[in-house]
């Protein structure tokens, strides 16, 4: 029997059994996938979730592996800045950087230190309280386990047979995210970008070394199965068109942009959820994978004084509901004016008029941890 299982081998989960680790705890992650690998998709880690990988001495290695983002700067469709937030003036005050890496990069990293510990190829098919939980696995393994975590995302498995919670909405959203090997314009380099049109919008980053990350929303009525981005975009920057057409096919994906609505509890007894399967967002604050990792260090943070899991969990959701409410619906809220097809000139003139501050403040409110 096992005395804990995470299921998910995703960042929150990987996070986790980093910690773990760190504190001398026994733990098996089961990851559905045969290999820890994302396709086609960055990722943004800002400051808050590279202090707790500094706290796992793996900050330098995500630096390296990723690309320093200065800015996130909102523009029109000629680029033309809407909105300016500088994150180089909170670097210094917490002694880091925010990252764009690509996903696959960042799973790789978090996985060299528990390698041991991951089971790959293991999809869950049910789990059951008993005395202890027991998971049965779509190739018919089964264990037992004394606590679970349930890392498994926004459509948990856990979390759905378990806890029975958990209200998906979709934001009426489709979203295309794409990955170019190209050179990248120095100007570009160090910078998140995000432009708004109406009803679609169009972000990129730079992740690596003539790596470049893009993604591409529209309204979902403008979507049809044989859309053409290029068509779509054609009002937007040559720079932008250039980007879509030089993506090979296979290198892109599409997604729907959902969420999870805020839930009062994300555990019950012996079992918690993190991550996406307690508190999914949609993309728009590049929070998703920061708040798994913060999940992760709460709950790690908790288990040094108290051992009483139970105890952890509830003190955990105590602690990081408010924040993470918080992110979710703004979030929402965000994506939604982000998309707007009307008054987009009104829109883009009150954005501009806020100070540059205020974006300064919205961030270092994120950016500090909650222990």
């Not at 002694?95 to 991951?118: G, M, P, T, W, Y």
């Not at 169009?202 to 990350?213: A, D, M, P, Q, T």
Request: proline residues 1%; hydrophobic residues 40%.
């Amino acid at each position: 029997m096992n005395s804990i299982s995470i299921i998910g081998g995703g960042i929150g989960g990987l996070t986790l059994g980093n910690f773990l680790k760190q504190h001398n705890i026994d733990f098996k992650i089961y990851e559905s996938a045969t290999e820890i690998k994302t396709v086609g998709a960055g990722i943004a880690m800002a400051g808050n979730a590279m202090q707790i990988f500094d706290k796992l001495g793996l900050k330098e290695k995500i630096e390296k592996a990723g690309t320093k983002m200065h800015a996130l700067i909102i523009t029109d469709e000629n680029l033309k800045t809407i909105s300016k937030t500088d994150v180089l003036k909170l670097e210094s005050k917490y002694n880091v950087c925010n990252i764009a890496i690509h996903r696959a990069d960042l799973q790789k990293i978090l996985s060299e230190n528990i390698s041991e510990h991951i089971i790959l190829n293991k999809r869950l098919s049910t789990i059951e309280k008993k005395e202890n939980y027991h998971l049965t696995f779509e190739d018919k393994t089964e264990i037992e386990s004394e606590i679970v975590f349930g890392a498994d995302g926004v459509k948990s498995l856990v979390r759905n047979q378990i806890l029975k919670s958990g209200e998906i909405r979709n934001a009426g959203q489709k979203c295309w995210r794409g990955i170019l090997k190209t050179e990248i314009p120095e100007k570009y380099s160090h910078n998140a970008y995000e432009m708004w049109g109406k009803g679609k919008r169009f972000g990129f980053v730079k992740l690596s070394e003539n790596i470049l990350y893009w993604y591409a929303l529209v309204n979902e009525k403008f979507h049809s199965e044989d859309i053409d981005l290029l068509e779509t975009f054609r009002e937007f920057h040559p720079d932008i068109l250039e980007m879509i057409a030089e993506t090979a096919k296979q290198n892109i994906i599409l997604n729907d942009i959902i969420d999870i609505r805020p839930m009062d509890s994300w555990c019950t007894e012996n079992l918690c959820l993190i991550g996406d399967a307690a508190h999914a967002t949609t993309p728009n604050m590049g929070q998703g994978g920061c708040q798994a990792v913060e999940d992760a260090y709460v709950i790690a943070k908790l288990s040094e004084s108290e051992k009483d899991w139970n105890i952890v969990f509830s003190f955990f959701v105590k602690i990081r509901k408010k924040k993470v409410h918080h992110i979710v619906k703004t979030s929402w809220t965000l994506g939604k004016i982000a998309q707007w097809e009307n008054f987009t000139s009104f829109r883009n003139t009150i954005f501009r008029r806020i100070p540059e501050s205020v974006n300064q403040k919205q961030m270092e409110k994120i950016l500090k941890l909650e222990l």
